[in-house]
């Protein structure tokens, strides 16, 4: 029996909702040798009507991770995929800025730290970008995109595609506090005007 060719099925989702073709990237480092050999990363170019840089994760899971005593669905949630917006390309330098190794550090944290899942906030370990503020991630729902997104129907399973929002350590500490919900509060309901995550990855906190 022909095992299931999971990349490019989800190659596939990712374009019906991004619209164009990814370039495919892997960063070559320890990290790649704990995670699914297929592991990759795509980067989608800006378009409209969302002029922004997207990079994904691709194979972040193996089939074995679901649990067995979950039925197929929507809180089968083991299985997760995550994706990351920019307004700057990926650099091609370790550190700050790099996307491609930043989404492959969190895939390799999934598999041999602890599992990501969804309100969850993730220590990058490094600022996103240069000068930025944000150190940490925040996974919650691709609110930008919907369930268009975030369920991703493969040939035998679901797996639930999940945003990357980076945060500053204020706003982490915020969220230990009183909960990841009213952090996304502070970023999803608040006027539109002072929603700045996908415009200046430089920006100043929303708390404090």
């Known amino acids: 029996m022909t095992s299931p060719d999971y990349p490019t099925q989800i190659r596939q989702h990712y374009q019906q909702t991004f619209g164009i073709e990814p370039k495919v990237h892997k960063w ?3 990290t790649l040798k704990d995670l699914p050999s297929d592991f990759r990363i795509f980067e989608f170019e800006p378009r409209e009507p969302r002029n922004v840089w997207t990079y ?5 899971w193996e ?9 197929k669905g929507r ?3 083991e299985l997760i995929e995550l994706h990351l917006f920019s307004q700057e390309r990926s650099t091609y330098k370790s550190g700050p800025g790099n996307h491609v190794e930043l989404l492959q550090y969190l895939a390799h944290y999934h598999r041999t730290n602890e599992r990501i899942a969804l309100s969850h906030c993730i220590p990058f370990e ?3 970008m240069d000068e930025s503020e944000c150190t940490y ?8 995109d919907g369930p ?3 369920m991703m129907e493969l040939e035998d399973l679901f797996v639930q595609c999940l945003w990357v929002v980076p945060i500053t350590e204020v706003e982490f500490d915020f969220q230990a506090e009183v909960g990841s919900f009213e952090l996304e509060k ?3 309901e608040v006027p539109s005007e002072r929603v700045d995550y996908l415009d200046t990855p430089r920006r100043k906190s929303f708390v404090g």
Not at 137 to 144: D, E, K, N, V
């Open 56 to 60: 994904t994760t691709c194979r972040m």
């Open 126 to 128: 490094r600022p996103w």
């Open 137 to 144: 991630g925040l996974i919650t729902y691709p609110y930008l």
């Open 148 to 150: 268009k997104l975030e």
């Open 63 to 71: 089939k074995s991770d679901m649990t067995p005593a979950v039925p």
């Open 75 to 77: 809180h089968q949630n």
């Open 28 to 30: 070559l480092d320890d």
């Open 186 to 188: 502070l970023f999803f």
